[in-house]
């Protein structure tokens, strides 16, 4: 098991930048594959970007990409979301998520419904 915390959110004007960060306790992190989420204010939870679970594979939401980052350092159990050029629009309480995976494998997953584990979620907040 492994139990999930995001940091790093905030309020900020469009334009700016943040970097969330997800840091898990329990079973090392390299174990299991991510994913950030958001959900808006009466919207669905929906897949912001994933990583495999050493990395090599990485998924973008086509409304972020560009601008945003996933990047994952396992020696610190720690799974990062740069994003950059935020807009009003990334509004939302942003979620990490975690899957465990066997050690062959090197996949992301895009449905929230693959996640086994969930952290508290972190609000971001952009300003016009």
């Known amino acids: 098991q492994v139990q999930l915390v995001e940091s790093g959110g905030g309020l900020v004007q469009a334009g700016d930048s943040l970097r969330l960060s997800c840091t898990a306790s329990?079973?090392?992190?390299?174990?299991?594959?991510v994913g950030w989420f958001r959900q808006a204010p009466g919207k669905e939870r929906e897949i912001v970007a994933a990583?495999?679970?050493?990395?090599?594979?990485?998924y973008y939401a086509d409304s972020v990409k560009g601008r945003f980052t996933i990047s994952r350092d396992n020696a610190k159990n720690t799974v990062y979301l740069q994003m950059n050029s935020l807009e009003p629009e990334d509004s939302a309480v942003y979620y990490c998520?975690?899957?465990?995976?066997?050690?062959?494998?090197?996949?992301?997953?895009?449905?929230?419904?693959?996640?086994?584990?969930w952290g508290q979620g972190t609000q971001v907040t952009v300003s016009s």
């Open positions: 998520a975690a899957r465990s995976v066997y050690w062959y494998t090197d996949g992301y997953y895009t449905d929230r419904g693959q996640y086994e584990y």
């Open positions: 329990g079973r090392a992190f390299s174990n299991y594959a």
């Open positions: 990583i495999s679970r050493v990395g090599g594979r990485t």
